[in-house]
């Protein structure tokens, strides 16, 4: 019966994708095809007059604004080649360099662009900034990463049920607790490190550290604290049949805080495959294991019958169809074991995103993101305490969007507001919330 369950989710998820695809690709043919045209058109001049150098210049924005960076940098070179004492042309062949994470073949250009004296004034901060990022991911230590600090409201911070009877053993019975609007304050730190070990295949250990946490006006039990890290050889492990194709074995651990107290700690590991298909279209497979060990805490009395065992598997596959817009698109599985067989589940999930860069007037170019989720979480068996006669199903949505506005160098503003959504058949795990956070980021 849950194999039928688990294969309908499958196919609800793969239509969602589908259709979802199928929708971006139909907005985004319009808009390319124009672009593509005048891209054809130029090259077919360019064969005709191939000394033409304003010709070549235009074809090289174009590829650019298409995506096409590989096209672009060849255009630029042979433009270079036609005029080598242009410091802008040398600087915006070294920034589609690094944007293309070639970073040492980026240095020199950048480097002539920065000590020519007759560099327009309004892009020589550009020009250091590409450079010192160039620098930056030539060395052997390689450390990146932002600090986001912010407020946060929540329409049901302590995330109960939104109807009024619940049930107990079978029973429906009055609820006396209701979802609760508080303000929390909220920190978010993300850490990337790489080690080059200097082999010159791009071998590294690539190290991460996450850490969430929030601090509750009212509802100190939603009070949370997360440190997660994994660490692993980043290698490639066919680099004569597929130079491009990584693999990463990695090990995971992470310790989560409630109300003020140790609630979990994992162990576990996995790996990651990144597959490049082309320099606008990558796909990521991750699997992870991880042992889960929970701790009773008063506002938890019954946690370790959560204690148990987590398998994930998660594919995503992001395509850049503009010079700074993305998609992407992601489906996912969780199988949880627990020490009781009513908290066992399975959980089938589809994610579809997009962020691009857009201008305001005259300043720097904002971010907006915006995401949507569903799972699809069937359980094993029916938890006797709440209703013995049904077994515990879940749909839920998650959906948000974010808007990233630059004030001053790395720091910028961050406002967000997400929507949860979770339908279940049994009315004690349906619950819903609101919530806007604004708040500064801080990149290094």
């Given amino acids: 019966m849950q194999q039928a369950s688990g294969r309908g989710a499958w196919l609800r998820i793969l239509a969602a994708t589908a259709l979802t695809v199928t929708i971006a690709e139909t907005a985004i043919a319009q808009p390319s095809s124009d672009l593509q045209t005048q891209i054809r058109q130029t090259y077919e001049q360019l064969l005709r007059d191939p000394g033409n150098v304003q010709l070549t210049y235009r074809y090289a924005q174009m590829q650019i604004q298409a995506g096409n960076y590989e096209a672009a940098a060849g255009a630029l070179e042979q433009f270079l080649i036609l005029n080598p004492s242009q410091p802008q042309l040398k600087f915006e062949l070294g920034a589609l360099y690094v944007r293309m994470g070639s970073p040492q073949t980026a240095i020199p250009y950048l480097r002539e662009a920065a000590a020519a004296p007759d560099l327009p004034a309004e892009l020589r901060p550009q020009v250091e900034a590409y450079l010192a990022e160039a ?106 049949l597929f130079n491009g194709v990584t693999l990463r074995p990695h090990f995971i651990a992470n310790v989560i805080g409630l109300t003020d107290r140790l609630y979990s700690y994992t162990f576990g590991g996995g790996f990651d495959v990144s597959v490049p298909v082309s320099d606008r279209l990558n796909t990521d497979f991750t699997y992870q294991h991880r042992a889960v060990d929970y701790r009773n805490i008063p506002s938890r009395p019954t946690s370790t ?32 074991n627990t020490a009781v067989n009513y908290l066992d589940f399975e959980e089938y999930g589809a994610t579809v995103g997009t962020s691009f860069e857009y201008t305001v007037g005259s ?82």
């Fill in 363 to 444: 300043m720097r170019p904002w971010l907006f993101s915006g995401y949507a989720t569903y799972y699809y979480r069937p359980y094993d068996a029916p938890d006797p305490a709440v209703d013995p006669t049904r077994t515990r199903r879940e749909n839920e949505i998650r959906t948000g969007v974010a808007n990233v506005i630059p004030v001053w160098r790395s720091v910028a503003l961050v406002q967000q507001v997400d929507y949860l959504k979770t339908f279940a058949n049994i009315p004690n795990y349906a619950r819903d919330n609101v919530s806007v956070m604004l708040g500064a980021i801080w990149r290094f």
């Fill in 305 to 336: 019958l959560f204690n148990g065992n987590e398998n994930q598997v998660r594919t995503r596959v992001s395509y850049r169809f503009r010079n700074t817009w993305y998609v992407y698109g992601e489906i996912s599985t969780r199988f949880v």
């Fill in 135 to 240: 620098e930056r991911r030539t060395r052997r230590s390689q450390l990146t990463g932002d600090i986001t600090i912010g407020m946060r409201y929540d329409s049901n911070a302590n995330l109960v049920p939104a109807s009024n009877q619940l049930y107990s053993r079978g029973i429906q019975v009055p609820s006396s607790v209701t979802p609760r609007s508080d303000f929390a304050g909220i920190f978010i730190g993300r850490a990337n490190h790489v080690w080059d070990f200097g082999t010159n295949d791009e071998t590294a250990l690539v190290s991460t550290a996450y850490a969430y946490g929030t601090r509750q006006i009212n509802v100190d039990t939603s009070n949370i604290a997360l440190v997660e890290i994994t660490t692993g050889p980043r290698f490639k492990p066919l680099p004569n």
